[in-house]
């Protein structure tokens, strides 16, 4: 790490800005501050591009047309609104009332076309031609290529050689969908490389290409923008409860890394202080096991990608790849509203074992008959270890990102024997 565009980490850059970072508070600023998260570290080259999508960001989104075409695509196209369903089996076997907001049923399976559609919109409003990005587990790179697909533009996919190898079925997917797939092999060959790389691609195209970020992570305005694309989950979350239940609900439960369901899910009730919000982290074997992604409790404040984020990191303060089963929650990043808003202790970060995790597959199969993802299930595998948190009257509602069709190989390999 270290290489790319803004890539600089650990700790001799954070100690070079944060003095920076204190002297502009205020959540969402302009300078894209979540407290002293976020802001904007990259190199001279991609100010440009940044403080360009910035602006088009601000003048386009607010518009009626815009919202009236992205909402119509998330609508027609995408399958919007989501249902937000009464649990019932569930909800007996953990003694409180669970809903779970159908992520899955978005076109694509997971929350990631919100966001998708959302910039691929806003890159043809600013006349380019090229969406590049990157991917992990290839769920990004997918709904990547379907937006460019329906917006007429070329996608290229950024994407470590490691997942690659991994994630056959989605690779296989985005080139039946006409999308570029670049393998990287440098550093890791995972997706803190192939994020390093696409930043490195942008800053030398930016003019024709739309850096389509998947998460609420990098400089700003992604994740602003992020957010405020993926903030429709929350918005029909509360429109529904109320609907429902004639209230809003006591508890959102959302898994994460970059953040960016979570965010959409709690964004619109961040100033509920009666709504508890609980941010779920991969937390690996176990807190020991190198495979553990639990940044809020083994990470701390360093630079990755352009932003200041809680990350996870060496004694060093090299930035350390976390290896949890869920591939979707491997980045070392958390981004800058979620790291905020966990050390804020507005939202109160979590983690579930991968023991847990693949039990609440388990559950969440047989009582309800849904295969979440493996993502999704730390969120599941979170209310199932932590009852104790919630009272017998309590409405939780569960952010189900995505399904687990891509997982079900890994699950049955893990289950084998129990089932
Ligand atoms: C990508 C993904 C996530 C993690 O991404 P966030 O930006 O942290 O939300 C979670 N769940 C599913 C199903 C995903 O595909």
Not at 198 to 203: D, I, Q, S
């Amino acid at each position: 790490m270290g290489t790319g565009p803004g890539a600089e980490t650990g700790t001799e850059a954070v100690r070079g800005e944060e003095g920076a970072a204190r002297a502009e508070p205020g959540v969402g600023s302009a300078k894209g501050r979540f407290g002293i998260f976020g802001g904007r570290y990259v190199s001279e080259t991609l100010v440009h591009a940044l403080t360009d999508l910035e602006d088009a960001f601000g003048r386009h989104y607010p518009t009626e047309e815009f919202q009236r075409i992205f909402r119509g695509l998330l609508r027609d196209y995408g399958g919007r609104p989501t249902p937000l369903y009464h649990a019932e089996n569930l909800s007996r076997i953990v003694g409180f009332k669970v809903y779970l907001k159908r992520e899955d049923l978005l076109c694509g399976g997971s929350h990631k076309l919100n966001n998708s559609i959302g910039q691929a919109l806003l890159a043809k409003r600013m006349g380019k031609r090229r969406l590049i990005t990157e991917t992990a587990a290839g769920q990004h790179g997918v709904s990547a290529a379907m937006a460019g697909n329906i917006l007429g533009l070329e996608t290229e996919v950024f994407m470590g050689v490691k997942d690659i190898a991994r994630q056959e079925g989605n690779v296989k997917r985005m080139r039946l969908l006409g999308a570029k797939v670049k393998p990287v092999a440098t550093g890791e060959g995972v997706l803190k490389d192939a994020v390093s790389e696409t930043l490195r691609e942008w800053a030398a195209c930016s003019r024709t290409a739309h850096y389509l970020m998947g998460s609420t992570v990098g400089p700003h305005p992604f994740p602003t923008i992020v957010g405020a694309f993926q903030s429709v989950i929350g918005e029909e979350i509360r429109a529904q409860i109320l609907e429902k239940e004639g209230r809003l609900p006591d508890a959102i439960v959302a898994c994460g890394s970059g953040g960016s369901n979570a965010i959409g899910a709690f964004r619109p009730f961040l100033d509920e202080r009666d709504v508890r919000l609980h941010f779920v982290e991969g937390g690996g074997e176990s807190l020991d096991a190198d495979n553990c992604a639990a940044a809020f409790v083994l990470g701390r404040p360093g630079v990755l990608h352009g932003a200041l984020m809680q990350l996870l990191q060496d004694e060093h303060g090299q930035v350390k790849p976390s290896r949890t089963r869920a591939a979707g929650l491997n980045y070392p990043g958390r981004g800058p509203e979620i790291s905020y808003l966990c050390h804020s202790g507005r939202v109160k970060a979590g983690y579930a074992f991968d023991s847990e995790v693949f039990e609440a597959v388990k559950v969440t199969c047989r009582s309800e008959g849904l295969i979440p993802a493996l993502e999704t299930a730390h969120a599941l595998a979170y209310i199932l270890g932590h009852r104790e948190e919630f009272d017998k009257g309590d409405v939780v509602v569960v952010n189900y990102s995505g399904r687990g069709d891509k997982d079900v190989e890994t699950i049955l390999r893990h289950l084998e024997g129990e089932i």
